[in-house]
């Protein structure tokens, strides 16, 4: 059992170079979201998704794009990297608001 | 809009003494509130859940938390801690609304445990 898969790792990526991290769930969620991760800062919300075609901005969704085309997979991309983006990012999955959110181990992005 | 403040960045503690962490809230609907861990180069795991009814809850590893609604409160508590307990921990309250639930975290705690 999987659970919430994230794609890739880790990555360096030059400053305007762009890129998609992948997350995968195999639990049917229908709630999907990424955050980023701080020293000092906790979790912040990036997207969300309510369900397969759906998206929705959170706290910090600038220089940020997200597609849900199937209800397994939320994608998170960077058009033109920046400094500022390098975090860890966390997906994370969950059938409602009563609900855990499960999470991905992260995608550790650096940006030179 | 709901916030969630942590108000210890580091808890310094010896191992088998007891710990608090601690976790005040504010949210202008009703809430469910989680304490989450994350040992390092992790994810965050679940530790327990406030959804209703009783005010002490139980979790995994020994932890156990308190709902204090006049006090917005949701401190998380251990009465005799391991080294193994040396993680960060993460409360988070989440709000229901419009038809759409998202999880606000606090910044953490980073409980460290030494002999």
């Known amino acids: 059992n999987a659970g919430v898969t994230q794609t890739p790792k880790f990555r360096v990526l030059k400053t305007g170079q762009s890129m998609t991290l992948l997350c995968a769930q195999d639990m049917n969620h229908e709630y999907m979201y990424w955050y980023r991760q701080d020293p000092g800062m906790g979790l912040r919300l990036i997207h969300y998704s309510v369900g397969e075609g759906t998206t929705a901005k959170g706290e910090v969704p600038d220089g940020y794009n997200v597609s849900r085309l199937k209800k397994q997979n939320f994608l998170l991309g960077l058009e033109s990297a920046a400094p500022s983006q390098t975090s860890v990012y966390f997906c994370?999955?969950?059938?409602?608001?009563?609900?855990?959110?499960?999470f991905g181990d992260g995608t550790r992005l650096s940006i030179l | 809009a709901q916030s969630v403040t942590q108000l210890d960045s580091q808890v310094p503690v010896f191992e088998e003494a007891p710990v608090e962490l601690r976790c005040n809230y504010s949210s202008s609907v009703s809430v469910y509130l989680f304490w989450y861990v994350q040992y390092p180069n992790q994810g965050l795991q679940l530790l327990l859940k406030?959804?209703?009814?009783?005010?002490l809850v139980k979790g995994i590893n020994g932890f156990e938390a308190e709902f204090n609604k006049s006090q917005t409160s949701f401190h998380l508590r251990k009465p005799s801690v391991h080294i193994s307990d040396t993680a960060e921990y993460f409360c988070?309250?989440?709000?229901?609304?419009?038809?759409?639930?998202?999880?606000?975290f606090g910044k953490g705690t980073m409980l460290l445990v030494s002999p």
């Open positions: 994370a999955s969950t059938t409602g608001s009563r609900q855990p959110q499960h």
């Open positions: 406030y959804l209703s009814g009783s005010t």
């Open positions: 988070a309250v989440s709000a229901y609304h419009s038809g759409y639930s998202t999880l606000t």
